[in-house]
């Protein structure tokens, strides 16, 4: 049995492709792993916090040094980081907000980026500590940015997150993109369409 953790980005709800596309997955996955334990978090609807002077002083004083404010601050971070590296692996529905990810992810991955809990130092510089999991980026945008595109040097989404996850060690980041949704209805639909069978293939092999 392994344990997959879920993190929806959008804003949106039923008017959101990437939370659409990331659900359905989920639902093949769950018919062909019946015994796995899906945990399921929407930063989308409901944010978490952002990283505040507490939240440092709560990573990096000593325990006994904090003031009670920090101490709860680095708690939200402790629950995030728990649950994160409880999982064997992650789907993110991330779509792009201005070439980048939603702020709202982008405080989720804030909250997660913790020394000695997700990433150390050893002897050649900094190491990932959160190794052997994969992770599927499904990701949506109004144009078409993705990589090997004629604006790829816009898309600030894919190599942020090939590099923050890999600096954590989760180095196996495969991504589904559905672009140019809005460029007409019949060019998104074939971008979802092709979208939805990657999606199918994926959970047979992924």
Partial sequence: M????????SPRGERSVSRALATAFVELWSERHPEDRILLRDVGHHPVPH??????????????DQPP???AAIAVSDSL???FLSADRYIFGVPMHNFSVPSTFKAYIDQLVRPGKTFGVGPTGYEGLVT???????????????????RADLNFLEPYLRGV???MGV???QFVTADNQNQGESTARQTRDQAEAALRELAETW
Wanted: no cysteine.
């Fill in 132 to 150: 052997g999991k994969k992770a599927l980026v499904i990701t949506t945008s109004g144009g078409a940015y993705r990589l090997g595109s004629a």
């Fill in 69 to 71: 404010e920090a101490t």
């Fill in 2 to 9: 392994s344990t997959i953790l879920v993190v929806t980005a």
């Fill in 171 to 173: 180095t196996e980041v």
């Fill in 81 to 83: 980081v728990e649950e």
């Fill in 51 to 64: 990283v505040t002077e507490p939240w440092i002083a709560g990573a990096f004083a000593p325990a006994h």
């Fill in 165 to 167: 996850f890999g600096f």
